[in-house]
């Protein structure tokens, strides 16, 4: 009678690493259930729910495996010790660099893994956006925190400051899907800090000029 060979013992956390890589390239509903389980080694379907219960519960856990590991690069923002010019731009250049890497899909996975939801899924999708929103307000507090302290002007525009900061944050995952350098990316950020500097209190005080204000106007035309 031919030996059997010993089955290999499933990894839980290899499988949900593996889990990560497919939800981070293909987005939630385009991976399915076979493709999951061929990338953690062909296990069963009883296997499957046995270990994660289901599809969105596997993606809830794949969310917060992202969020102790490649989403840490956003912790700066939430950083009350550090200076909040210092905080959004270490955010912004941690991300650039993070999403520009070889090691794992580019692009970010909190504005990519869930975008293209159909209705029934649209709660999975608002599991990534309230991670981004988090992120928003995080700036919106670097900003109020630079007002109240001296470092920017008071007529300067937090919301509109805000998402300045916060569409580029957003919109580096699309540069970095389409192939953008991470070197391209910090030149960007470069010139966007501009934004901060251009509202700094400073201007008014020592220079005698009044800050750039990001006041949208009153009317704004649509074009």
């Known amino acids: 009678m031919p030996r059997t060979g010993r089955p290999r013992e499933f990894d839980r956390n290899k499988a949900i690493e593996a889990a990560l890589a497919l939800f981070w390239s293909q987005g939630y509903e385009p991976t399915s259930l076979s493709q999951l389980k061929a990338c953690m080694g062909d296990i069963s379907p009883a296997s499957f729910?046995?270990?994660f219960g289901s599809k969105e519960a596997?993606?809830?856990?794949?969310?917060?495996?992202y969020l102790q590991t490649h989403g840490q690069v956003t912790t700066s923002l939430h950083d009350q010790t550090l200076p909040p010019r210092e905080a959004i731009e270490t955010a912004l250049r941690r991300s650039a660099?993070?999403?520009?890497?070889?090691?794992h899909p580019p692009g970010c996975f909190m504005i990519l893994g869930a975008s293209n939801c159909s209705p029934e899924n649209s709660h999975v999708g608002d599991l990534l956006a309230a991670e981004r929103a988090r992120n928003r307000r995080g700036i919106k507090a670097c900003v109020a925190r630079a007002i109240a302290n001296g470092e920017?002007?008071?007529?300067?525009?937090v919301d509109a400051l805000t998402t300045a900061f916060d569409t580029f944050l957003v919109g580096i995952a699309v540069?970095?899907?389409?192939?953008a350098k991470a070197r391209k990316l910090d030149a960007a950020i470069t010139l966007l800090m501009r934004l901060w500097d251009f509202n700094a209190a400073d201007l008014d005080s020592s220079r005698?000029?009044?800050a750039i204000s990001l006041v949208a106007p009153a009317n704004p035309e649509v074009s």
Do not use: P
């Open 175 to 179: 540069e970095a899907r389409d192939g």
């Open 97 to 103: 660099r993070m999403q520009t890497a070889h090691s």
């Open 58 to 65: 596997l993606f809830r856990e794949v969310v917060e495996r």
């Open 49 to 51: 729910y046995a270990a």
């Open 152 to 157: 920017l002007a008071s007529s300067t525009n």
């Open 208 to 210: 005698g000029r009044r």
